[in-house]
């Protein structure tokens, strides 16, 4: 798999913006996603075990923020089939020296962007548009015990969710996790 991109996303060396190539044509476009060995070899090298597929219905849909605690916890490899999403990491590692700070980035099926979001990193995202559909894969398989979740609107965390003129779709769990002072010590560094 040649020509793969892979950049940093900000101020988290770890967290990853990943480009594959895209062949077009007037029938439209072909690209692999994943090959283990292309990416391996551009440095991200891990196995995945799970795929994921979640759909929205409406624009403004809150998804997160999650993550997954050891022995559980997971890499996650997001991209967007359909529509378009704003995705958002916040490192929760504590001894961090970015512990509670936050990245984002737009992900759509134009774009074709992935993220990389690695363990340690609690994920979310808002739906920009009705209809979006969101796939990604994870490194180890989702067990409820090892469940968790950050308050997506914490005002510690200052995200602009970009939702002025849209009230937020959100399940009642995603309405009840903690704040991130109250976050127990789940990632060290």
Do not use: C
């Amino acid at each position: 798999m040649s020509g793969i991109k892979v950049t940093s996303l900000g101020r988290f060396p770890d967290v990853k913006l990943i480009e594959t190539p895209r062949f077009e044509d007037a029938r439209g476009f072909f690209s692999e996603t994943y090959n283990r060995r292309g990416f391996a070899e551009a440095g991200v090298d891990m196995a995945f075990v799970q795929d994921n597929q979640s759909r929205s219905a409406d624009r403004g849909t809150v998804r997160g923020l999650h993550f997954q605690t050891h022995p559980f916890a997971q890499d996650k490899l997001v991209r967007v089939l359909r529509g378009s999403i704003l995705d958002v990491v916040v490192d929760i590692r504590h001894g961090s020296p970015t512990f509670g700070q936050h990245e984002k980035v737009v992900l759509s099926a134009a774009n074709g962007l992935q993220l990389l979001v690695p363990i340690g990193f609690a994920h979310g995202l808002v739906t920009l548009e009705p209809e979006t559909e969101v796939f990604y894969k994870v490194s180890n398989f989702y067990s409820a015990a090892n469940d968790g979740g950050l308050l997506w609107n914490d005002p510690a965390l200052g995200i602009d969710w970009q939702l002025a003129t849209t009230e937020p779709v959100l399940s009642d769990k995603d309405r009840k996790h903690p704040l991130l002072a109250d976050l127990p010590h789940h990632f060290e560094i």
